[in-house]
């Protein structure tokens, strides 16, 4: 890590029991803290109270298609990778509504629906949720017509970021240069360390706001010792990844594979049920839903999360473009993969493994990627 | 657009178990707006006053399990302009078509004493079966925000939102913890179309395909995970004979693990 | 596309009156309209079609020489053979199986369902869950009942055809009572997940049960509803109710300490007292040809009437202090047996099933554990509970896979067909002189008094296919 | 990145929501054919006219029923007046079909990449249209006519299903004689009585007065037909960076934020619709893309 | 007939064939005009011949008994109106019908007929280039069945 002082502020060390004034900093700050929490046998995201919120002691066991939240016996408040959420319910609400209509005679009049966006802090945020965060940014945020509602809300977050050291099976953020370290767009990042019996964090805040709810946090200088013992943790992390993904010539080789015979092995398998897409933190597809009252006198327009697997997602007067199962699995992973380098300059994969855990059928992202990319020499052409 | 005549509604039921027609008067916040903007001309269970036909919109609810039913299907299709069907019942012969699975000779031995006074055919049939529908309205029940969404739809001339994807993705959008990946339920969320707001899995249980099949579903590939998973055929078998079991990929799957 | 028998469209008008024309059970006890008219040389008045009831049935009275020589309930909803498909399903799937017998009362049928499970398997739930599945049930019947009283039974006492015209004159009564039908629907929508046939019940308890913060979500509305189901008390009680009584014998469930729903013992005014499990040793079917849903009856003693009016008659000291208030002030007392009056019965129902809720959720605590663990195993299993139209009797035998050998189910409609027809009967001979039309609508009224479920009805029948080449 | 034909993208009035729509009434409609009109709008806001691009699309919100993309096919220097011409097909285009005067619509837009308009102002125009294709194209026509001093000759193929489903027929003639457009109308079927050609459009290019080497070419119309249309344009020796084509995908937002239109790496509604053929030569081919 | 040589050598369809192939198909040739509304020929007659249409216009149609005649196709200047000579039973398929004044060359078919079996060189030149023809007018047809402005894609 390259560390940017005029941006980050010092590094330093603060007890456990300490977690629980930023907690208090948050709310007087009057931020509603986001943060993983136990529900429904998951690490999910959920509104937190108190430090007691966090699922201590809790971690997650991840695979193609399983994920089991596990006891462990040690005292930690992070020891665990990605649940299925991610931040995109929050910035990018699976429905929302963005108008509504009223006729009166001929006409009507649209009313616009005021966004309510409350300041959000996010506590728990690993590298890769933070580069997707970042992927969302550039796609409601960069072009010519951005996204107002996105904006307003992407304004009043606030990101309490965790180092990962206890990446899951399904991970890959190392392949995908997401990960497990934070190196950006957080206010405040954390490393929690816990050792025989010692167990503190190491803080270091990453923007003008983060270094003001620092300085609230009882603590010490982190020592030389802390940091490194810090480098050690996430050096491990990446040697830990349950997954990994070539990423060198990715694009060109995918542009190659379009009539790739894998992509119809892995159709068969495919469900089409849209699940690697919702739990993706980088998925941003919608669709536009009018709906009306009986009376015909009111109307709403509401956006709601879609998916590229479905046959209305390609649909125009005739047919749907993409009718088979394996058009639609291939637009999602050379999207995710290829496509979105030239729409957006960066992958829309940030390696966390969603859609490998919550596949219903375990399809795994890297395995595909890994078979095609393996035998694409022999493969027919495609786009060039 | 609304005009100034109000649509004829009738609503009709073959085999079932009412429950989607209730649905209708289950709608108590609409229930006096939706009298206002639609006449409702020909609903038995709602009152004995009957409008002649023919009617704009008839809502038909159930199977065809009897000859008579048979025949008086068309002459509601004739009476009708347009045509939805309500229901598994409706759309997919219901969970009575289970029947059609059954070998009818290993029934004569249990029929009961007077058989010949009941005609009944040997499969219940959803409605397209016998005629020309204009809209299928699935679940077992319905979901009542759908039906007035239909309604609604149908008043306004536009295409009801009611897709076609999978339980999941609406699973997804509530942020409802998947129960298949989470808990090795056996859910076919995945191969069911949404419309019932994901509601098992909101309940921690997995879905049981009340809604039916989804747009291309792939039934075998779930199958065939659940069966690495330890799940017998038996078991497999049951799962797709629910209330949809007469429904095309249901009953094809189930046929598949039957032996 | 358009089948081409459908292209060749026959004038609208000839259409509307076949489509009016009942699908009749078969040949034999088939009533066609020209049978009705030869019939008329004696006199007969014929319902095609009831109305606002649940299910299909029609009715026929036939008179001769001023006696009325026979009162029959037609039922021709088609069967649907429920026993039948149970036979091979596993036991966890028999309490949504058969809530699709009935979408009014399915929770009726989970819960004898479950009820019958549980006993095969000696599971005792513990106090929360069963408080959480009798405020459910209360929820059915809060629901059913609204529907009833309003929408279905009332407008015969204002001579009106249907609630929506009741709506001109009784606008906000109706709106009232679409409130109170639509919070016992959330009652069972909070706990079940949705109206009708809810998904959140299972043998052993719950798959998820709500915190009490949830629960008391529903505490203001419930509070609304049992006011105003005092209300309804009074405005049922200023009816006008026919002058008509009969020596029935009333059959109910009975428990030491509740106005029994869950379960309890089978009690009888004629001093029926056995456990819900022997009800097969006392009660007997018989298949009557004129119908698709077979006849009940008390061994040796014959027709008997289950419902809210023999509940009320069985369990009038076991109501809610507010409800038996309510009844007081209302006039009505048991012995009741007028069964016009049932509708004053369904109201303090209500009040009661309201007022329990409140008192269940008041003193909700969350169950440990969502569900008991269960042991599967082969036996016999019983389950009875009082669905809001009355007992609904479930049977199953179990093998050691836990897969149903055999499955009986007794719906209450079907228990009280006897007795409607017997009321038909006397009904008509003591008000012959009434106009046809009216005397009509008065038989089909007497018929509503029971609140027939003819969909639960007709799922009774015995395995009954015919066998019967399609064409 | 995205497209490198020129035109207005994505260009909104400051400061105004591009979900929003903006409320436009029915001036007058005018039935085109049996089963395609066009309607002439009038903004109902305070407006200084709605300029675009030609080859531009709105999304067209038709109030309770929903919205669909629709290209512009009014002229872009009578700003004063929005004209959308579209078959009655879907929901949305039937209840358009309906409205009648002092109706009102929602409109968002102008969308998209437009036409090459700089490109071709000094050069021969080819112009190949099918069908209701030669909706989007009509505003450059409008365009390079207006300019007609400055410039090359403009040639337009258009092919219909019948004669009666021919487009503009009124302009046409009037664009012939009146301002020099050199115009060639086929049809796929007809009767005796027809004078004019049949067969498909593409059959229009072997012959068409044009210099393969100065003209660029506009196509628009069903996808397949635009494939058959580059092919033989390109026999003629056009090369493809010369040919621009009209593409259609389903959209939701018009502004590349909903993700439906994806075409490869392109968003049709942001890069496209119109794209030079050379950027999507190797999709083209592609099935299911 | 010195007239019609320079116009044959230099059509597109002949262009390339050798001196001697090229007199044998002018030995072939005369010059026709049809007036608008006149038949170059018609369904179920003797296919003997084919044209060079130099200017107008040809509509080729099918009669049909309910709908009258439907034109399926039109030729114009430059372009070659017929292949049935070519091919047994030599009757013609098709109405074609003068839309407007149109002059042509017509070339005997029967005549080329005999020359091609005496000299396959030439009719393998001419066979490749009716195929040709016959390709394209055969692609042209397809597209047209797809109907591909009524219903799109």
Redesign the interface.
Known sequence: MTPRPSEWGPPFRFKPEDLESLFVVLHEQAYKIIGPTVNDDAIVLGELNSTADLPVGWTDEQSGGSYRLARHSRPEFFHFASGPHSLKQYLHPPSVC??T?S?NG?????M?KVQEAGKLAFVGVRACDLHALAILDK??KA???P??SYALRRSQLLVIAVNCTSPGGTCFCESMKCGPQVDEGFDLVLTEIEDEGRHFFVGQAGSESGRTIAAKIPQEEASSTDLERVETMLNDARTRMGRRLDTSDLKKQLYRS?DHPRWEETAERCLNCGNCTMVCPTC?????E?V?DLS?VR?E?W?KW?S?FTTD?????GGS????A??RYR?WLI?KL??WV??F?TFGCVGCGRCITWCPVGIDLTEETAAILESNSTSTP??? | ?PSTRRPKLAVWKFASCDGCQLSLLDCEDELLQVAEVIEIANFPEASRAVVRGPYDLSLVEGSITTPHDAERIHKVRRASKFLVTIGACATSGGIQALRNFADVNQYIPLVYASPETIQVLNKSTPIADHVFVDFQLRGCPINKRQLVEVLSAFL????PNTPPHSVCIECKRQGTVCVMGNAGAHCLGPVTQAGCGALCPSYRRSCYGCFGPKETPNTHSLSQWWSSHGMMNADICRAYRGFNAYAEAFRRESEAREK | MPKPSEEKARPAKNEEKAIQTPAKADGQFKITEDQIMKKRQGKSISVNFLARVEGEGGLMVKIQGGQVTEARLNIFEPPRFFEAFLRGRKFNEAPDITARICGICPVAYQMSSINAMENLMGVQVERSIRELRRLLYFGEWIESHALHIFLLHAPDFLGLPDALAMAKDHGPLVEKALRLKKIGNSIINLLGGREIHPINVRVGGFFKVLTRARLQSLISELSWARDFSIEAVHWTSQLHFPDFEMPYEYVALQHPEEYAILDGRLVSTSGLNIEAQDYENYFVEEQVPHSHALHSTLKDRGQYFVGPLARFNLNFDRLCAAAKKAAKNAKIEPPCRNPFKSIMVRAIETLHACDESLGIIEHYEPPARAASDIRVGPGTGYGCTEAPRGILYHRYDLDSNGIILNAKIVPPTSQNQKTMENDLLHFVQKNLALPKEQLTWRCEQAIRNYDPCISCATHFLKLSVVENPEE | ?ATESEGL??R?APGT?????A?F?VHRVRQETRDTFTLELRS?GPSDGFQFLPGQFNMV?V?????VPISISGDPNRPNALFHTTRA????T??MR?LRR???L?IRGPFGASWPVNEVSAREVIIVA????LAPLRPMIYQLLSQRDQRGRVVLLY???TPD?ILFTHELQQWRTQLGLEAFV?V?????D???????V??LIP?APFDPSQAVALVC?????MR?TVMELSKRGISKNRIYISM???M??G??????C?F??Y?VC?DGPVFRYDQVQ??IP???? | METLKPLLEEHPFLRDLSAEHLDLVVGCAKNVRFDPGKYLFREGQEANEFFIIRDG?V???IHSAT????????V????ILGWSWLIPPYQWHFDA?A??VTRAIALDGKCLRGKCEKDYHLGYELMKRFSHIIEERL??TR??L?????N??
């Open positions: 963005l108008w209509a006729r001929h006409g009507f009049e649209i616009e796609v409601f072009g010519p017509l996204d107002s379009y941003f597809c919608n669709t536009m009018d009306t015909g109307a327009r956006r879609d590229c997602f390609s649909y125009i007067h473009i993409r009718s088979s394996k058009s637009q999207h290829a496509t030239d729409q300059g495609g786009m060039k | 657009m306004n001339g536009r295409k | 990145m993208k994505l909104n929501d591009p979900m929003r729509p409320l009434e109902r919100y109030f309770g029923v929903g919205e097909v879907g929901a949305v039937k209840a309906r002092g109706d009102v929602g099918g069908g209701i294709g092919g219909a299903r489903e086929t796929d079927r007809a009767h005796g027809w004078q004019g050609n049949v067969g498909v593409t059959t012959k119309g069903p996808e397949v037909m058959f259609e995908r389903n939701k937002c502004i590349g934020l909903c993700g439906h994806q490869g790496p968003y942001k190797d999709l592609l099935r299911e893309i | 216009h509509a080729v149609e709908k009258g005649p439907v034109i399926i196709q039109t114009g200047a430059g372009e019908r839309v407007e692609a042209a597209l047209q797809l109907d591909l402005y009524g799109g894609i």
